[in-house]
């Protein structure tokens, strides 16, 4: 009960994030999916980009929605060398069951927005799986992997998202307050 | 509180999500039927890939510095090591010059030979040395970035070996980079012929790591573990004479016409950062068109198009 109150009552404080944060962040992202990962790290790699869409389109989704996924879908297609439209889709689908479980998940608290998360993230690696299949004839299980190490991910990264945009919040009210 | 506002923005600024949703999974379809059926999109992926090379870029940089302060390390323990291996590697390069002149000599008069036997010249290749940039991306595809591109006149369908054997070979080419599928790539085909020989057969890639199969090969073919088995040059893709893998395990099962043989390749397809390319051959005269070919040789053909 107590997480509870504390994460709504974060969001209340919170102040609105600048674009700047969210490019930024999503930029950090495709940087660390593009790390040279190799064999048995690159199936467990988590995705970052995936994690942080989702972030944003449950903590911010009236700004961060379906088509800005949908567009970093695209780049994540290029940097993959992927078919074009392969990543798109698997990212329109995060966005949307972040979209429609945003207000769910605000209300949970970090554990059970994470069984709600890998639900999402699920659901997300196949469609990617499916359309490698339905083009190349053949699927691969080991990829399933990364969808549980992202899973994992998610309280860090929203407990650390959290953090920043508080740190930001106070920051800024105290610039303000120093101002006559 | 904000929240309720927040969101009746939101209803208000444009569609439904589910209107969104449908909107945006019909446009990757189309996208990836586009991409998948007539490759129309390579231009924009190569404008796109402009836009995030610095990101790419950005992403190899802890890998150089690692290898930078392994490179550091060995200089500084392993001094003793490494005249060792410079002493051991001077020799192998006597011993290796020494076969090269004999080597020159048997050209010249397989040269000469040729002359006289009225048969064309086996034309020489040039090569390019080219780093790998970026590992491959996700866990189904087995392809490369290595450092050289459209700007230093690399084409599709370049072969890519390495001092060993055959990597890859090319199959997309950027401004300043492009793309090796290897022959391990899952149904990835080089026409080959066992050294012994000169069997001719077709090596598939299994989409492993380290595995390649040959297929459709009769279970009395007269083959062996450890065999070596070359590029036979056979349309004109590949040079011949290239080593590709060696033979690791043969499965002769009387209940199925064709034996299962399993190889591993012979050039680190997963193992430098250097690799060469080789400038495209000269081309073959072109083949008539209803000639009863093989089937096999004609599927290799169309998959090495793709």
């Not at chain 1, 469609?127 to 339905?134: F, G, S």
């Not at chain 2, 370049?158 to 790539?185: A, F, H, K, N």
Request: hydrophobic share 45%; charged share 20%.
């Amino acid at each position: 009960m107590a997480a509870l109150n504390t994460t709504h009552s974060k969001a209340e404080i919170q102040r609105p994030v600048t674009n700047l944060f969210v490019l930024s962040s999503l930029l950090v992202a495709l940087f660390l999916n593009g790390l040279p990962w190799e064999g048995i790290w690159l199936a467990l790699r988590p995705d970052f980009v995936a994690l942080v869409l989702l972030y944003w389109c449950t903590h911010n989704p009236w700004r961060i929605g379906i088509g800005l996924s949908w567009l970093v879908g695209i780049f994540a297609d290029v940097t993959d060398a992927s078919l074009f439209g392969q990543h798109a889709l698997a990212y329109t689908l995060l966005a949307f069951g972040g979209v429609a479980l945003h207000r769910r998940l605000q209300m949970f608290d970090l554990r059970r927005q994470t069984i709600q998360v890998f639900g999402i993230l699920v659901l997300t690696y196949a469609a990617y799986a499916l359309i490698h299949w339905q083009v190349n004839g053949r699927a691969e299980w080991l990829y399933f992997l990364g969808c549980l190490t992202s899973t994992f991910l998610w309280t860090p990264l929203s407990m650390m998202f959290n953090a920043i945009r508080q740190v930001r919040g106070d920051s800024e009210r105290r610039h303000l307050e120093r101002r006559p | 509180m904000i929240d309720s506002t927040q969101s009746f923005r939101f209803f208000n600024r444009g569609p439904s999500p589910v209107v969104r949703l449908v909107f945006f999974a019909m446009l990757s379809l189309l996208l990836l039927f586009i991409d998948a059926r007539f490759r129309y999109l390579e231009s924009t992926r190569s404008a796109l890939s402009v836009l995030v090379s610095p990101i790419q870029q950005l992403a190899t940089l802890p890998g150089i510095l690692w290898h930078q302060a392994g490179d550091f390390y060995i200089t500084q323990s392993a001094q003793n090591k490494l005249a060792k291996e410079n002493d051991a590697m001077l020799k192998q390069h006597q011993l290796d010059a020494a076969q090269l002149l004999q080597m020159q000599a048997l050209q010249q008069e397989n040269q000469q030979i040729r002359t006289l036997a009225d048969l064309p010249q086996p034309g020489g290749f040039t090569t390019q040395l080219a780093e790998i940039l970026y590992a491959e991306r996700n866990v189904f595809q087995r392809k490369v970035l290595i450092s050289k591109g459209a700007s230093a006149d690399v084409q599709i369908g370049q072969v890519v070996m390495d001092d060993v054997g055959i990597v890859g070979q090319i199959t997309r080419v950027y401004p300043g980079l492009s793309e090796v599928t290897l022959i391990t790539e899952k149904d990835y085909a080089v026409p080959v012929q066992v050294l012994r020989n000169g069997l001719r057969t077709i090596l598939f890639g299994s989409g492993d790591i380290g595995q390649l199969s040959l297929r459709y090969m009769p279970a009395s073919a007269d083959i062996h573990d450890d065999d070596i088995l070359i590029t036979s040059g056979i349309d004109g893709t590949y040079p011949p004479g290239i080593p590709v893998a060696k033979i690791l395990k043969i499965e002769r099962d009387p209940a199925y016409p064709f034996a299962r043989v399993t190889c591993l390749p012979l050039g680190g397809v997963d193992k430098h950062r250097h690799l060469l390319i080789l400038s495209s051959l000269e081309k073959l005269p072109e083949r008539p068109g209803e000639a009863p070919a093989s089937t096999t040789d004609k599927r290799a053909k169309t998959k090495r198009m793709n």
